[in-house]
């Protein structure tokens, strides 16, 4: 599928004579293709919105390539701005200009005929509050009304940051609902959110940024299936059995690690072969269950951002990655 | 072309701008008003009145002074003594004659087309100047500090052309309020020299001098609404270009004006900004030096005086135009916006 959005090798040093250089983005990676919804996930301050900024011709890069819908950007930019929507970090707007002021206004400065308006205001469910000012408007109102803006242009590609911020949960499943229907249309859209059951549910695939580098990337099944443990929890019909169940089990080969009512075993191809080898010791089953791994798991793994008890984990304190090879990479190289 | 007219709308959407305006018109109506009620027509029953007047006054005068001079020798003949209250001479207090009490000075106020039209300027490019100032950096400030300069700039990636685009409607806005807004002041002023006054006089090389006032005074307008803007957008607050006014007034004007009246600097006028102003509304400031004499020919003493001229006010405010607004541009093109 081609390419929409290929990012290889950015950078973005941000330079402080107190604090001295920062690297808000160290050589970032990124590749998203047509008709997908993909997910971009990263803890706070691990060059999200600076990315998204960049692309987007807001901050100037210090190296890297940058292309969206097959132009060069920022050279081309112009070219395609007409192509990409896209809200960045929470979204701002005039409060005393009321919502349907605020986009007709793009909408005039884009070029884009003033119907459009009317439609956008009745997809993001804004038609009767379009005549209010935006200062009146809570923060999920504002965000229907920043993704109504993005949208005005009916754009190819749609970039959203935090789209579901302040939003209430019959909203958040809205706007599910609306990113699965504009993927279908045919539109892709980049989601940068840290709702992870959310992306896990929308995505076709993701990129993880961690301290201004991609540590994973790929569709989310390849992504989770990269990071499962293979664990599976055994329980016995007797705990009295599980001395006997954790010899047996360690002669197979097979990692076993005890708990009071429990075994947890790693290295096991097949769970049935498990079932079968405690059977033939006369020791019988009660719960045999593999042990999934969900994205918010691989998330906090390979971020480092997991939370561990007595510590405040500070905001830059997330996964330091090595580059090529890294564990916890399921692809490499500009757009692969 | 779009863009142009987009950021035309939403300038005169901004309720700022309305109020603004509002305000800045409303002032100028009440100064006409002001000056329209303030003054009379003068015809032979006002010359008669200030006859009379001076004829009164000329008669207390003379009842004062006799009265005092009587006091005088009084005080004198019983040996009181008098502080410096009376001279030793009584005689020496006379009362002035009947011509020296001008029957001029009796006469209402009235409004001289002629004469004061091009003074009425003045107050008309300054209030038009600060609304310009205002709203300019409102207008830009604003958009900065809600996002919405963002917003457009996610529409419309080139930096320098939304900039421009928005300055050009922006100085178009304001000369479609000030253009107007000048012919009824020249309008309003008519009709007070009318009413109230005199339009006598009146030639075309007058005419040509006050248009070229006028003129002067909207480029004046336009020039402080182009600061205002730039001053904004280089600090990406409408408070940056607001601060700096009242920096540039307070410390820069009022303070360095003491300074340098302390440090008796001669021709301490031309180192403040409201000199040129004052020497583009009126062609010429002429600054005077007490501290010095020139000898006349009758054997007083005239001051030395300095000339600022249009001219040179011209130079310092296109200089100050192209800083600011080069600063507001190399800015915008350079630095990141987050």
Known sequence: MPAVLEIEGLRKTYKSRRRGARNALDGFDMRVEAGQVHGFLGPNGSGKTTTLRTLLGLIRPDGGRMALLGHEVP?????????VGAIVESPQFFPHFTARDTLSLLAGAGEVPAVRVGEVLELVGLRDRADERVKTYSLGMKQRLAVASALLKNPKLLILDEPANGLDPGGIREMRSLM?????????VLLSSHILGEIQLICDSVTIISLGRRVAFGP?????????????RVRLEAVSDLPAATEALTKAGIGVTGHPDHLMLTGVDKPASVTRLLAEHNLYVSELAPIAVDLESVFLELTSTAPVPGQHRQVDESMKVGGAGQPGTTGGGWGA | MSLFRTELRRLTKRRFT???????LLVLAAVVIGVFFTNQKIGAEQYAKAERQADQQYQDQVRWSEQERANCEQAKAAGTPNDGRYPD?????????????????????TFDFRDTFDE???????????VGFVVGASFIGAEWSTGGMMNLLLWRPKRLTVLLTKLAALLTGMLAVTLPAAVLWFAGFWGVATFRGSTEKMTSGVWQSFVLTGVRGVVLVLVLTTIGFALASLGRHTAMALGGVVAVMVVGQFGLGILLDMAGVRWAEAFLLPTYMLAWMTKTITLQDWDSCNATFNGSCEPETLDITWQQSSVLLSATVVVILGAALWVMRRRDIS
């Open chain 1, 220 to 232: 989310v099944d390849e992504v989770l299936a990269q990071h499962s443990s293979g664990a599976v």
């Open chain 2, 89 to 109: 001479d009584c005689s020496v207090m006379q009362a002035p004659t009947r011509d020296q009490i001008e029957a001029s000075w009796f006469l209402p106020s």
């Open chain 2, 120 to 130: 009425t300027l003045i107050p008309f490019a300054a209030i038009l100047a600060l």
């Open chain 1, 180 to 188: 699965r229907d504009l993927a279908e249309s045919g539109m892709t």
């Open chain 2, 18 to 24: 309305r109020y603004m305006t509002l305000l800045g």
């Open chain 1, 75 to 83: 050279d081309a930019l112009s070219t395609v701005a007409g192509q």
